[in-house]
């Protein structure tokens, strides 16, 4: 059973333009949800998170948006850069910190020059 | 560097063989977290431990896989007797103790273990 889905396997956009990841849960638990970025051969790389409490959060060039209804949440990025390209992951938790996450299987990003 | 150091990087065992995964949390951090990926796959909670503690096991396969985190000294994944489907990459995360506010969890790099 999947709780936490990434539809795409993998998205190209040029330099400049906006990256949109998605991601859909089915667990109405999740209360807490991540982004992570991965380079092969590294560990995931935290990037964005968001509570159920709220629909949006920025960071520089990373925002999260949460839709509860559709159970369904977005990482754009804007503007995209070459070292932008890693596999990203989306990742959902039940409750305060110290819970396990359960993740996606993820979308490689190529972002070309 | 202060983050998650995970060791080794790689290791190689033939099958029946005992692996060990070692993991040193960040500085602070009290809650350590043991994930599996295999090939073309996300990332796959097994073990969730505090100083001593297992919290939470869910994760692990019943047999021949077992975790612990000493009050000194670092997490340590074991998996028994290995087997070909063993072959994957290994992460552990640590985050520090928060009742109140989310915190998000900090990966290692990763042990990848092959077997032969």
């Known amino acids: 059973d999947q709780q936490v889905k990434q539809n795409s396997p993998s998205l190209s956009v040029q330099e400049g333009r906006i990256s949109i990841l998605n991601c859909d849960y089915t667990n109405s638990m999740f209360d807490y949800f991540l982004w992570y970025k991965k380079y092969p051969a590294e560990g995931p790389t935290f990037l964005i998170s968001i509570s159920s409490i709220k629909d949006k959060n920025e960071d520089g060039r990373f925002t999260v948006f949460l839709n509860k209804s559709a159970k369904h949440l977005s990482l754009h990025i804007v503007p995209s850069q070459p070292g932008d390209s890693a596999v990203y992951f989306c990742a959902a938790s039940e409750g305060t910190s110290g819970s396990r996450l359960t993740f996606g299987e993820g979308t490689q990003l190529t972002v070309n020059p | 560097n202060a983050g998650v150091m995970q060791n080794p990087r790689h290791l190689v065992r033939r099958r029946g063989q005992e692996a060990r995964l070692r993991c040193s949390p960040m500085?602070?951090?009290?809650?350590v977290y043991w994930y599996r990926q295999l090939p073309e796959e996300g990332l796959k909670f097994m073990v969730y431990?505090?100083?001593?503690?297992?919290?939470?096991e869910s994760g692990m396969p019943k047999e021949r896989f077992s975790a612990e985190f000493p009050k000194e000294g670092p997490s340590i994944l074991r998996i028994q007797q290995v087997v070909r489907g063993d072959s994957a990459a290994y992460f552990c995360a640590s985050s520090p103790f928060s009742s109140t506010n989310n915190q998000p969890q900090h990966f290692g790099d990763g042990t990848r273990l092959s077997i032969l």
């Open positions: 431990l505090q100083k001593e503690n297992i919290i939470d």
């Open positions: 500085k602070g951090h009290s809650h």
